[in-house]
């Protein structure tokens, strides 16, 4: 049954992944956030995990590590009357791009995809076994 809780711990890191980048895309445009400044990108860092004891060996699942923040600084675009300009008529925008995002969010999109098909697929394989054993 371990191969389920890898294709769970899989489904649940995406899942993670893609309301992340929906947070991004959503903001792309916010200049104020409560910290003060323009939103921060925000990127999910995966790493993997042993899926229990005694498990086979080599069999590991994925996890969420931690959320980190960009470290690229924001972009700076002339729109003097943007209620957030600065008195040059500078505005402090998030530096992402929204393009990327969203192919970023089709490669998670994809990954989650791949791993419902690999849990059905290891189900059906666990139903067949079990009616090869009633017989």
Known sequence: MDIFKVSASALDAQR????????NM???QSTRTDKGGPYVKKE??????????GGPPGLE????REI??????PITVYDPGHPDADE??????PDINVIE???????ALRAYEANIRAFNI??????????????
């Open 61 to 64: 699942g994925v996890r969420v």
């Open 26 to 28: 959503a903001n792309a």
């Open 16 to 23: 993670i992944r893609m309301n992340t980048i929906a947070s």
């Open 122 to 135: 290891s189900k059906g394989m666990y139903q067949k076994a079990l009616q090869l054993g009633r017989l």
């Open 101 to 107: 995002e969203m192919v970023n969010m089709m490669t």
């Open 68 to 73: 980190v923040e960009d470290t690229r600084p």
């Open 88 to 93: 040059n008529g500078y505005v402090k925008m």
């Open 44 to 53: 999910v860092v995966f790493e993997t995990m042993p899926v229990g004891p």
